[in-house]
């Protein structure tokens, strides 16, 4: 991987952590400033905390005796500091500083010494070409789905207007992101441009990355981009490294945009099967979209990657006026 992206991130990551650590002085001191008493408490635990380890170190002929007293004075200031928290509404937490992630505590790194989900999640939108994604999934978001701008009317042959099919559309994948997991299917939306489909797919990551779940939104070209880079560069410097192109295969959720649109041939054909199967096999959840009629698709692809999709996601047709005109 890129080296001055990944220290771009440490420092972030740094820097967020300095930033918790320095608001939590500033709290602690604002609350000093106003209950005098607690500061006071406070050196006095840490005053008798010393003096207990002192004990412990020397071992005086009356230890015993000694480790009673020292504790049960340490115990005394604690019990008066907890009367005085509770009487000013405090709590030990407000001392605390406040991560961003309480999983890593902003190091980017778990207890047991793993790349952190959010780290993760940092990595990918960095190399994935998803550096705008923040920005675009603040405006496309579930709380702003408005389901208004659907017909009420009858569309052309369907069934449903285009407004009820919506709103199942919208029951589904709230659904799916509300209980995603293992067992959840992957999904495929389909249907002409401009009838929502990016939004939805817009929305579900949002929501699933807010979750603290990694996901990877790319358009299906980028990702043949991505592919080739990465099988064909000879130097890592160049392209994406393994440990990163295989997010593709572990990340939690892989959107793939526009599935159809991209140049289409045996290497890309197989590839792409590789992947969508891979995550199938590990349970892993796919989304794919496309414009092209079902039938196109069968025509675009190998069997092989039609069936495994046909067979095992969940298919929305959106259908529609034009919503961008
Ligand atoms: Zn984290």
Redesign the pocket.
Known sequence: MKDILLRKIRDEYDQKRHRAFNEAQRRKEDIYKALPMLEELDKQIALTGIELSKVVLLKPENFEEEITKVRSKLDGYREEKKLVLKQNSLTEDDFKPV????????????SSQEK????KQKIIENLYDMSNIKYRLQKENFNLFDIGVFSAEKFKEEKLSPKQNMKNILEACGNFCLNFSRESPSLLFHGTTGVGKTFMCNCIASELIEK?KTVIYQTASNLIEVIEEHKFKKTEEAGINKENYNYLFECDLLIIDDLGTELNNSFTNSELFNIINARMISDRKTIISTNLPLADLALVYSDRIISRIFNEFAIFKFFGKDLRF
């Open positions: 991560f961003e992630c309480k999983e890593c505590e902003d190091t980017g790194y778990t952190c989900k959010c780290y603290g």
